[in-house]
């Protein structure tokens, strides 16, 4: 189908959700199995051991250990409200952070970060006013402890539902930092797939939303499930292999059987502009090292600024750039389990 479509269905029992633009999908959403916490999931932990070379502590979690990058002002056995911030790599602790978000459609709230803003793509000053003000008077008398920030849903909103939707994650925030009597306890779900692609995905609003049953096979998702599966990436006459290792992420660019003087550059732009969207359909991060098909090194600034361009909107990433031995290194943040863990 042209245009853009949301499709939510199931696969092997779990749930799940599709974004596809134009018959090309560009994110893909699976709940993990085995109970595993899902990331925004917020709990009451208490502080265990520290763990001063790596920069962090053990925190008790119903189900398990939790890791916090932080150690100064923790100390053992306090309690703590905190946050899972993407999937346990396996045999690892699961990972935490005490910044908390409380998010929804229309609004996120930010505990010990005060201040109050208005997401950047709504330009219009009146609308910036109009929105500023709805938020002043929910927030009243929280903005010293609690921020806010308006996402860019609100543009075309109604501003009853606005503000019920800031009344809302302004009072579970407030109940849930203050809940910090008992033992370790899971406070809020995490969201899942359905639910996120509810709340991310319907800004801009998409041409169809798709929650019939078989969804995902109405509309080719899962053939192009089959495709992840697999380390081939065809990129017009050339191709990149990504294929993940425990230490990193491997990927191969090849031309493939063009041998004209561009072919290098040619097969190198398309990997580039395209490793974002592989990465994040197959739930991949962490350190990933690219072999680019060989090229003069006066190239080298072309591409490092098509790199810049289709990271730049994919959150925490580090384009660390050019090694000796000629190979490109980025890290990327792990914040969804490997689809190949997920959907063996």
């Given amino acids: 189908m042209i245009g853009r479509v949301v499709a939510l269905?199931?696969?092997?029992?779990?749930?799940?959700?599709?974004?596809?633009?134009?018959?090309q999908l560009q994110d893909l959403l699976v709940d993990p199995g085995d109970d595993a916490p899902l990331p925004g999931a917020i709990y009451r932990a208490i502080a265990d051991r520290p763990m001063k070379g790596q920069g962090g502590i053990f925190v008790k979690l119903p189900h398990g250990n939790g890791f916090l990058r932080q150690i100064s002002g923790?100390?053992?056995g306090q309690r703590l409200i905190v946050q899972v911030t993407g999937p346990a790599e396996e045999g690892k602790a699961t990972p935490v952070t005490v910044r908390l978000l409380f998010k929804s459609r229309f609004a996120i709230i930010t505990p010990d970060a005060p201040g109050l803003n208005i997401s950047r793509r709504i330009r219009d000053e009146e609308r910036r006013a109009e929105l500023d003000a709805i938020a002043q008077q929910q927030m009243a008398g929280a903005a010293e402890t609690l921020g806010l920030i308006l996402r860019s849903a609100c543009w075309d909103a109604e501003p009853d539902a606005v503000a019920e939707d800031i009344a809302a994650m302004r009072g579970l925030a407030e109940a849930v930092c203050a809940d910090l009597d008992g033992g370790p306890e899971l406070l809020v779900e995490g969201a899942g797939a359905h639910e996120t692609a509810f709340r991310d995905w319907l800004d801009p609003a998409p041409d169809a939303l798709?929650?019939?049953e078989n969804t995902f096979a109405n509309n080719g998702v899962l053939d192009l499930l089959d495709a992840l599966r697999v380390p081939r990436v065809d990129l017009g006459e050339g191709s990149m292999f990504i294929e993940a290792t425990r230490a990193m992420v491997a990927v191969d660019v090849n031309t493939g059987s063009d041998t004209s003087p561009a072919a290098a550059l040619k097969a190198n732009i398309a990997a580039a502009r395209d490793l974002p969207r592989q990465l994040r359909l197959r739930g991949l991060g962490g350190q990933v090292v690219i072999d680019f098909a060989p090229m003069p090194k006066r190239e080298r600034g072309i591409l490092d600024q098509v790199m810049k361009a289709a990271f730049k909107t994919e959150g925490e990433v580090n384009l660390a750039g050019w090694t000796t031995l000629g190979l490109y290194e980025l890290t990327r943040k792990r914040d969804r389990l490997p689809l190949v863990q997920v959907l063996p």
């Avoid at 269905?9 to 018959?23: K, P, R, Y």
């Fill in 74 to 76: 923790i100390a053992p």
């Fill in 9 to 23: 269905d199931a696969v092997n029992g779990q749930q799940a959700a599709a974004l596809l633009v134009d018959g």
């Fill in 210 to 212: 798709e929650t019939d």
